[in-house]
């Protein structure tokens, strides 16, 4: 059975309103992301979330991502200990004309939701050719 009172609650709920995270006020979800190879790599920490919930969309190379946690307690429980936030979580990723927002892969596993895009081909890396002048090549150094 959980304790309905806790010394250092009432610390803790000052704390939270201090730093800004409390429950009517969710913070952001937590984000790392990266580039490895030709991908920009994204992770969204989004623990408890169904699947179902999680929207993605892309406009004018601005992603959104929206997700909502739910109460897990059934109607009418009466709850005694409510620290997990609910809600709705959002997050908005602008995303630089170097990224291919047509070819995102989305994958979510083990309450995290991992965002693959790729770098567009016209922003990647290549190697010009160089000609030489009279049609022919030219040798240096013999």
Known sequence: MLMR?????EFDRLAQQVLGSTAARPAAMAMDAYRSGDDFIVHFDLPGIDPETIDLDVERHVLNVRAERRNPAPEGAEMIVAERPTGTFTRQLFLGDTLDTERIDASYEAGVLTLRIPVAEQAKPRRIRIS???????????
């Open 5 to 9: 009172t806790d010394p250092f609650r």
């Open 132 to 142: 030489g002048g009279g049609g022919g090549r030219k040798e240096i150094g013999h």
